[in-house]
């Protein structure tokens, strides 16, 4: 059994470090080979445009590194959490779980490593219908940390209570009374 949970673990570790790493390869190809930081902005699809940014600040762009000190602090801050995610994650040991948590890993270290070299990240994925925007300009690590986050919640929701159920305890607001 144990075999299988660290078995579990290097898979996790094996996705952040592919989505870090696929991450870094997109960036570095929208600014090099596209030239997008040059272009601004080019159109694929009617919804979707990649359109280049510098992210100075953390989600939803609050926060903003505006000195060396704040960059270095969004850097340490960051790194913390990723260091807790990465715990997390070595401490699980359903697949569920420990993909989600890689998820957010993976997108954390590929942030982190534009804020630590750059000074802040680089954004390129426009997403709109029309002028209409419902999100900000965003990277593969903004996603994957969004969907890893989305996981986590929705196996914390639905699945523990599933299990919960089958060992025999009754669901909430209901008695055993036939």
Known sequence: MSDLFTRNRLIGL????????????VKWYVIGPLALRQVGNIPLLPFFD?????????SLGMLQ???????WLLVAMTGVIALVVLVWMLREKAMGEIL?????????????????????VI???DLHIGSFRPFLIFNIADAAITIGVVIILARSLFVRDKAETQAGD???GETDDA
């Open 65 to 71: 590194a505006t000195d060396m000190e704040t960059r």
């Open 123 to 125: 954004d390129y994925a």
């Open 50 to 58: 990649l359109t280049y940014t510098e992210n100075r600040g953390i």
């Open 14 to 25: 094996g996705f952040a470090a592919f989505i870090a790493v696929i991450d870094q390869v």
């Open 170 to 172: 009754t669901p909430l």
């Open 100 to 120: 989600g948590l890689a998820l957010i890993l993976g997108g954390a270290v590929g942030n982190i490593r534009d804020r630590f070299e750059l000074g802040y």
